[in-house]
T-cell receptor
Framework: KNQVEQSPQSLIILEGKNCTLQ??????????LRWYKQDTGRGPVSLTI?????NTKSNGRYTATLDADTKQSSLHITASQLSDSASYIC?????????????FGTGTRLKVLA | SQTIHQWPATLVQPVGSPLSLECTVE??????LYWYRQAAGRGLQLLFY??????ISSEVPQNLSASRPQDRQFILSSKKLLLSDSGFYLC?????????????FGQGTRLTVV
């Protein structure tokens, strides 16, 4: 069964601190992995995408890693800001029945405090 | 540029009433279209996806149905709403046939069934 699991479920950190979010997946056939940021009551917005051959991808203060062998990914946020407060969702894409489907994790809810 | 419109933003409906949520995409042709539901504290669950006009695939058995009467229009419907239909509904689109395409999300509809 295709599944994406994220940890922790929620996280509270102080402004300026770093944090790392985890994502484990059992999706086949694997196409790519994305991290999305979802503000409360809004649609998710893509942060990074990684294919099978990519290990690391950065987008400003966001750095994602991918270990395709262990089927694990992480999202590291450096020097957190109040605006980083949101849910971060790991999404794995798989090609099935001729189209690409997106399997979503349940997300990590991050709260950054001043 | 491509845009996705989803409406209404919020909706309160009584149990047993019908539902119609509409989603339209501009600036692209023959997109893959998706309807997701996000229950409180849960991840996004794929409800329906469509690779073309009149082509609808359902991921989970449910009280809802979807239709694609035009290339860039995707409608989520129900004849009789249940309390369990409450949730945050998101429409999304992606470029068909491309491996690493991103899913672009609408702003979502918060549905409360009372």
């Amino acid at each position: 069964k295709n599944q994406v699991e994220q940890s922790p479920q929620s996280l509270i950190i102080l402004e300026g601190k770093n944090c790392t979010l985890q994502c484990n997946y059992t999706v086949s056939p694997f196409s790519n992995l994305r991290w999305y940021k979802q503000d409360t009551g809004r649609g998710p917005v893509s942060l990074t995408i990684m294919t099978f051959s990519e290990n690391t991808k950065s987008n400003g203060r966001y750095t994602a890693t991918l270990d395709a062998d262990t089927k694990q990914s992480s999202l590291h946020i450096t020097a957190s800001q109040l605006s980083d407060s949101a849910s971060y969702i790991c999404v794995v894409s798989a090609r099935t029945s001729g189209t690409y489907k997106y399997i979503f994790g349940t997300g990590t809810r991050l709260k950054v405090l001043a | 540029s491509q845009t996705i419109h989803q409406w209404p933003a919020t909706l309160v409906q009584p149990v047993g009433s019908p539902l119609s949520l509409e989603c339209t995409v501009e600036g692209t042709s023959n997109p893959n279209l998706y309807w997701y539901r996000q229950a409180a504290g849960r991840g996004l669950q794929l409800l329906f996806y469509s690779v073309g006009i009149g082509q609808i695939s359902s991921e989970v058995p449910q009280n809802l149905s979807a239709s694609r009467p035009q290339d860039r229009q995707f409608i989520l419907s129900s004849k009789k709403l249940l309390l369990s239909d409450s949730g945050f509904y998101l429409c999304a689109w992606s470029v068909s046939g491309r491996r690493n395409t991103e899913a672009f999300f609408g702003q979502g509809t918060r549905l409360t069934v009372v």
